[in-house]
C-alpha cells in the first residue's frame, strides 16, 4: 500500500501490529564511532605540533649601537648610518648538535661583566667552558657546525665585509600608551567647521550584528618596546681600529641597546627553498 493512500486507521493498525520498538538498543546504547571523533582526535595532533626556530644564513654577532651619523662615500653622496661598537665577547660559550640537544646551534657570549652580576648557574655554565662572566647569551641555529669550538673568538672582520647584507635585530623604542593616529597612521578628522571628532579612533565596529569588537582591531594601546628585525641593511664601513661597524639606516632601540647582527636570508642564495 503506497503511503499516499494510507489513512488514520490504517496507520495505526501497522503501529499495533508491527513488533515493539527496541528503545534500549536504539538510545541507551553505546555510541559508534564515526568520522568525526577521527577528525578531532587528528585535530588535536596537529594544535600539539611544534613549530621549530628558523635557521640562520650565517653565523652572527651581538653588538651595542653607539647612535647615527653621516657617511660620506667617494662619489660625495651622503649616506645615513648607524654605527654599531663591539665590546669584549662574542665569543663561542657551547656548541649544540642533534646528538646531544635535538638540534645544531652555536651560543655566543657577549660583554664582559663583574662575577656579581651573574646567578651562579650563568657562572657554572660558563666556568666549565673556561670563560669569563659575559651578560648576554644568545644561539645562532645553523645547517653546519664546522669549523666552531668553545672558546673561539668571533672577529667581525672576519664574518663581514663591506658592501654585505646583514639582519639586524633589537628591542625598538618603548613608546608607552599611544593613539590611534600615532600607533597605526590612522588620519585625524577636520579640525573645523563644527566637527567633534578630531583625533579619537571613531567606528570600531558594527552594533547588533555581530555585537562584540573583532580580536586585532587597530586601537589605541601600548607602543614600541617589542623585538623587532629590520632586513638587507647594507654595510658601508668596517674600521678595525675603533672596532665599529657603519650600517646603512636605521636599527632598532636607542644608543646602548643591544643588537644581534646576522647575514641577511636570501632564499635559494643562503637559504634552502624548502
Known sequence: MPISTLSLPSIGYCCRNSPPFPLKSAFFSKPIKTDVSFALKTSQKRSTRVVSMSTEA???VMGTKLGMMSYFETDAKVVPVTVVGFREGNIVTQVKTEATDGYNAVQVGYRR???RKLTKPELGHLEKAG??????LQEFRLQSLDGFEVGQRLAVEEIFKEGDLVDVSGTSIGKGFQGGIKRH???RGLMTHGSKSHR??????AGTTPGRVYKGKKMPGRMGGNKTKIRKLKIVKIDNELNVVMIKGAVPGKPGNLLRITPAKIVGKNIPKN
Do not use: Q, T
Open 131 to 136: 670563560l669569563i662572566p659575559m651578560r648576554h
Open 185 to 187: 597612521n590612522f588620519k
Open 200 to 205: 579619537a579612533l571613531g567606528s570600531i565596529g
Open 113 to 115: 661583566v663583574r662575577d
Open 58 to 60: 650565517g653565523i652572527g
